[in-house]
T-cell receptor, first 115, second 114 residues
Framework: AQKITQTQPGMFVQEKEAVTLDCTYD???????LFWYKQPSSGEMIFLIY??????QNATEGRYSLNFQKARKSANLVISASQLGDSAMYFC????????????FGTGTSLTVIP | ETGVTQTPRHLVMGMTNKKSLKCEQH?????MYWYKQSAKKPLELMFV???????ENNSVPSRFSPECPNSSHLFLHLHTLQPEDSALYLC?????????????FGPGTRLTVT
């Protein structure tokens, strides 16, 4: 079974609008971490935001926030006030405490911001 | 120097060649990673080094051979590759392996095997 599922291959958003990128995960480990990365066309993966499984509040970093719904095993990324520079691939990822140093990525969502 | 550098950025090699990919991190981290990124597939973790010791090898074929001489440098030695090995190879580092460990990635090496 896939550890990380991203069901939106591509998304479009109008500049200055908010957009939600979906991510669901599969784990039986009570201790895990969830990450979002951005990959522009240049190829470099850029860390955006982290949510720990025991964190009580949703993580926020500037215009990025993570909508963490533990019971549903979802960790959606919300980008507010989209900018043209937000156009990129976005990857959700997970690490688990019980699988050593493994790190699992989803297949990604391609976001295009329309002027 | 930027955080994580990778050389070369692009590499074309024949199936009988031997080449090496280099990764260097200037962040003072203790863990380093090699990933393979193929089109339409999730990023695949290949190897993990924590304090120079290999801690993960995810069933990677022996034609890929990693080397970590110190916490700042990581190599991936390639020999007798197959065309399906063509991909973007990403190196990453983190303060340590385990726990919260957001990783910082290099720009990748685009490898083409002919």
């Amino acid at each position: 079974a896939q550890k990380i599922t991203q069901t939106q291959p591509g998304m479009f958003v109008q500049e200055k609008e908010a957009v939600t990128l979906d991510c669901t995960y599969d784990t039986s480990d009570p201790s895990y971490g969830l990450f979002w990365y951005k990959q522009p066309s240049s190829g470099e993966m850029i860390f955006l935001i982290y949510q720990g499984s025991y964190d009580q509040q949703n993580a926020t970093e500037g215009r990025y926030s993570l909508n963490f719904q533990k019971a549903r095993k979802s960790a959606n990324l919300v980008i507010s006030a989209s900018q043209l520079g937000d156009s990129a691939m976005y990857f959700c990822a997970m690490s688990e405490s019980n699988t050593g140093n493994q790190f699992y990525f989803g297949t990604g969502t391609s976001l295009t911001v329309i002027p | 120097e930027t955080g994580v550098t990778q050389t070369p950025r692009h590499l074309v090699m024949g199936m009988t060649n031997k080449k090496s990919l280099k990764c260097e991190q200037h962040l003072g981290h203790n863990a380093m990673y090699w990933y393979k990124q193929s089109a339409k597939k999730p990023l695949e973790l290949m190897f993990v080094y924590n304090f120079k010791e290999q801690t993960e090898n995810n069933s990677v074929p022996s034609r890929f051979s990693p080397e970590c001489p110190n916490s700042s440098h990581l190599f991936l030695h390639l020999h007798t590759l197959q065309p399906e090995d063509s991909a973007l190879y990403l190196c990453a580092s983190s303060p340590r392996a385990g726990g919260r460990r957001e990783q910082y990635f290099g720009p990748g090496t685009r490898l083409t095997v002919t």
